[in-house]
């Protein structure tokens, strides 16, 4: 796995901030200081009562499950301590990140809470809202655990950890239902790292041989992440320079005219009617039947799972298309708010999550990737270890998501979604006038990055 964030967050990490509504945010309760801390004698200590609010927003089949069992390992190590599961549905975190805004304005911050590393957590260290917890990292000895390239992830603007990891998915996916390919005699390619002219002769088949009312693809995306996640898709896999250049904040609007044509292009094979659904919709008519084929994250997995989809059988997988050799990195951990009226509970929250039982029962469950090198193989089912060793393989690149968190500013990546979702339901899909307004946003948000992904 190759990932060279460099200094990438420090820099991208300060602009962010003014653009970040919660700087006003005032904290109500105490706040605590790590440095002031005994932590390992905190999470000793497995007699000590208390509360934690856990929010998170994994609330589709098979998620719930995850999530369920890591509350479960919770209490399982700590029982004193009653855990509280708050879901916040929308996914991909924009959501949860207006839910903690007005919690932390109410002086009632969460002990923990769902984060991404990254972009998506800097706004909060502005305002000083989070617990440095680079002592967790010591105890649980996480940076020699995790797996290469993610410590350098998880590391914030001012060199400190304040993010625990808990499962990592790939984004550049393709789900496709197998039966919808047998029923219309369409070939499955035997490879999964499909070209862009396979891709194009998958959608025209299918489009041609599946009735009025069903459709080659879908999007999902009421909530519009889902629309930004294709967006960022085609743009690494129309050149992996581009995308870095635009994190980075190098854009220009002839390359996102370019992105946003092929985007219109794939418009053609889309359900007109694709903003009217969740992302877990969508899912549940792919296995139906009524769409071939779904962009998404691996997270789409569990979901398939507690459908009773099985890999090989009933759906399979190919790596969107110009993106082979590349995998696109969604990490999810946990964060833990200092003036939360548990400190020390979230704290036992965020440490738990590393541990090995719950490592082994989350990743199961979420058919995720640990973040953590001695979780067991034994624990994957055949395509999350196939991503695994995807993950870890020398020679993959690793691009992080900019609709999950961590490549741009929270600010220009909701923006974003809104636009893109604007355009995927535009009607005459004007490339050069929706480029100029994605542009404007980046250049609004002062986006400015570090990343080097391109050799
Ligand atoms: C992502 C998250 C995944 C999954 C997805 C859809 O941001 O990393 O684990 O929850 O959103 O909700």
Redesign the pocket.
Known sequence: MRLRKLCALALTGMLALSAFPMNSVEAKGEKLNADDMDIPAILENTEEDGTVNVYH??T?GG?KDAIESVVQGFSDAYGEIKAKSNAIPG???GAMVMKVKVLQQAGKSPETFQA?PGQEIEPYLNSDLLLNLNQVWDYANLAERALPGLEDLCTASDGNKYIVPI?I?KSNVIFYNIHVFEKYGIEIPDHENITWDEFWSICDQLAAAMPDGEYPLDLGDRKGWPACQVFEDIMLGTDPQIYEDFINGNYNVEDVTNVLSTYAKMMNYVAPDHSSRD?YETSGQVVAGTYAMQIM?A?MQPLMTSMGQVYGEDYGVFTFPGTDGWFGM?V?GFVVSNDSADVEGGLRWAYNVSTNEVQKSFSGL?E?ISPYNDTPDETYGELTLKFKNELTAEDTKVFPSFT??TALPWSAATSLQTQIQEFATSSDYDAEYFANKIVNILKEAGVKGEWNLVD
């Open positions: 927003w994994w589709a998620e996914g991909a975190g991404h499962g998915h992302w994250g997270w969604c999810d979420k995720s999950h968190g």
